[in-house]
């Protein structure tokens, strides 16, 4: 079992920069597979990056690429999504998702997080 916990949403101006974490529980969370994935209002909920078990590997949605940086650090149990250069259309909850393989859709994720709302205004 994995319980997530997200942190650092808020409100920001476009252009701003926001750093969202996700602290996990658990012995095991090297094992997983680590992602974020955000909901906007009306809208399915989408992929926006996700990491290997080692840190070594990332993908990005295209929507944020160049401008957002996935992170991990399996001592602490944390995973983290640097978001600069923010646009109003970031504006969503953040999610981040724990699963044994390395996915972008988030069938591929067997624990979430409760969310973190991020806010971008013009």
């Known amino acids: 079992q994995v319980q997530l916990v997200e942190s650092g949403g808020g409100l920001v101006q476009a252009g701003g920069s926001l750093r969202l974490s996700c602290a996990a529980s658990g012995r095991t969370f090297s094992t997983y597979a680590m992602g974020w994935f955000r909901q906007a209002p009306g809208k399915e909920r989408e992929f926006v990056a996700v990491i290997g078990w080692s840190g070594g590997i990332t993908y990005y949605a295209d929507s944020v690429k160049g401008r957002f940086t996935i992170s991990r650090d399996n001592a602490k149990n944390t995973v983290n999504l640097q978001m600069d250069n923010l646009k109003p259309e970031d504006t969503a909850i953040y999610y981040c998702?724990?699963?044994?393989?390395?996915?972008?859709?988030?069938?591929?994720?067997?624990?979430w997080g409760q969310g973190t709302q991020v806010t971008v205004s013009s």
């Open positions: 998702a724990a699963g044994l393989l390395l996915g972008m859709k988030d069938g591929s994720y067997d624990y």
